[in-house]
């Protein structure tokens, strides 16, 4: 039997063997339009599933995100439906992790302004008290989110001789024994990081979690980064935060409505802002496509996805 995926993106990377050969052997057609005999959706982010997409695609079995985050798709109408939507955890993590690195490196040393600086040709001998910036090592990182990439990201902090606490629902005990990390409440994380870290996935809990009200809180001179998700933070009140001085700087991957981004923020010298580039390695985004297919292809077969979201979407179509 054939199946129809609606694909609206053409990824370039080559796929693993076994997975181009399983696509082959079901019949597997990849289409850039959604229609009513369409199977499966491949999508990225930008692609907003919701009831009334839905409801264009009675045949539909499964939606596979090629992302970590699904704050793009209504999960609640996917499994109302018997669709059983699924994401690509894992291997994204590591390359995510190190971009907030880069973020925090580049925000508290300045890197992107020292770089402007000098390409400006406004380098004219070297200074004792040009772009100065603030110490990483041995200070202390907040990472609101303690799950997979949240933790990577403390993780990284030990080479940085840093304290590290955390937020999250559940205690991490592995996590506390590997980086001597401490669990505390969201107003201690606020008031005790020098870097905070953002980690949790989107969703109405967490959507402005970050606002006028928790950055009056966070220690001044304090340095935010974002490699989450945009909405997250208030946008609005970082502009005023940064420029009160209550934050010494930011570092942004994300954008709370992406690719457009607050004019206030690309006016300050003090934030490191970047086009949502967490996952974008060669390896990652590799695997990321590999993972998806494998989601698609195994909701395809009638089995179970590694990667369902919503696994009891599948009892609800029986
Ligand atoms: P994850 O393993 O699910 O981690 C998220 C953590 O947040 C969970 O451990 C959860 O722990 C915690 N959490 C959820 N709601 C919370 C709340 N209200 N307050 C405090 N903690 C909360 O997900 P991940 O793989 O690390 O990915 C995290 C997010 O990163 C994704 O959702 C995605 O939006 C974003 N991301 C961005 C990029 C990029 O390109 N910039 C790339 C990959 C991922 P508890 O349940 O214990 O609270």
Known sequence: MAFRVYRPYVFPDTIAPEIAKELKRLGVKFEPELHEETDAIVCLLGVKVDAALLGRAPRL???????????????????????????????????????????LLAAARRVP??????????????????????????RTLGILGAGRIGQATGHRAVGFSMEVLY??????????????????DFKTLLRESDFLSVHVPLSKETRHLIGAKEFSMMKPGAILINTARGPIVHEAALVKALKSG?????????????PAIHPGLLKLENVVVLPHIGSATDSARRRMVETALRNCLAALKGEMPPNAINAHALEQKK
């Open 61 to 103: 079995r499964v939606v596979s995100n090629v992302a970590v985050g699904y704050d793009n798709i209504d999960v609640a109408a996917c499994t109302a439906r018997g669709v059983v939507a699924t994401n690509t955890p894992d291997v994204l993590t590591e390359a995510t992790a190190d971009l907030a690195w880069a973020l």
């Open 113 to 138: 302004e020292a770089e402007r600086f000098v390409r400006a040709g406004k380098w004219k001998r070297w200074d004792w008290t040009t772009l100065r910036g603030a110490d990483v090592h041995g």
């Open 167 to 184: 937020t999250s629902r559940q205690r991490r005990l592995l996590f506390e024994h590997t980086t001597l990390a401490r669990r505390v």
């Open 246 to 258: 209550r934050l010494a700087a930011a570092g942004l991957d994300v954008f709370e409505q992406e």
